[in-house]
T-cell receptor, first 114, second 114 residues
């Protein structure tokens, strides 16, 4: 049973560029959340998607946007990249019941902005 | 959301029991306490969750006093592979109950020494 799959694993982009990160949830999960984790910090909630709609959003600017597809997979898009966007981006899947112990995280995408 | 306070780091020798305490003075009546573990370059992984008294699973024990203003994660006989960051989270057991996000602090970096 596959867990959460994220791609790519590493990415280097230039300031001002745009990036798309992808996530396939664990089998049986229908909800996808995205987190940003800066070096030495805990993960910070970006947003969560359920039924192809954004259900809740954390304190992140509109440059961060997302999408969920009918197969429950999801994309995170970041426009006009800043140096400060360099971080590990984590995808977590869960079921709609939302049990806080039911989150499964992927290994993340390491984004470096130069 | 209840704020949590944990030690930034801890060191332990292999084979010892490790106790990591988390303070959450303003925990709400319907809040649960959840602990996640994160290895380098991986996403967080659920360890244990509890509401009051003591919870034990195959990995750890969670001790919660009657006033629930703190909790202690206990790892029996740690090994080198337990070196990781441990996060204490406080919130509803069902993230759909008004809040869909997991709120992470900076966590406790546990280093197990041979």
């Amino acid at each position: 049973d596959a867990g959460v799959t994220q791609s790519p694993t590493h990415l280097i982009k230039t300031r001002g560029q745009q990036v798309t990160l992808r996530c396939s949830p664990k089998s049986g999960h229908d909800t996808v959340s995205w987190y940003q984790q800066a070096l030495g910090q805990g993960p910070q909630f970006i947003f969560q998607y359920y039924e192809e709609e954004e259900r809740q959003r954390g304190n992140f600017p509109d440059r961060f946007s997302g999408h969920q597809f009918p197969n429950y997979s999801s994309e995170l898009n970041v426009n006009a990249l800043l140096l400060g966007d360099s971080a590990l981006y984590l995808c977590a899947s869960s079921s709609v019941s939302g049990l806080t112990y039911g989150y499964t995280f992927g290994s993340g995408t390491r984004l470096t902005v130069v | 959301l209840a704020k949590t306070t944990q030690p930034i780091s801890m060191d332990s020798y292999e084979g010892q029991e490790v106790n990591i305490t988390c303070s959450h003075n303003n925990i709400a009546t319907n809040d649960y306490i959840t602990w996640y573990q994160q290895f380098p370059s991986q996403g967080p992984r659920f360890i244990i969750q509890g509401y009051k008294t003591k919870v034990t699973n195959e990995v750890a024990s969670l001790f919660i006093p009657a006033d629930r203003k703190s909790s202690t994660l206990s790892l029996p006989r740690v090994s080198l592979s337990d070196t990781a960051v441990y996060y204490c989270l406080v919130g509803g057991a069902y993230s759909g109950a008004g809040s869909y996000q997991l709120t992470f602090g900076k966590g406790t970096k546990l280093s197990v020494i041979p």
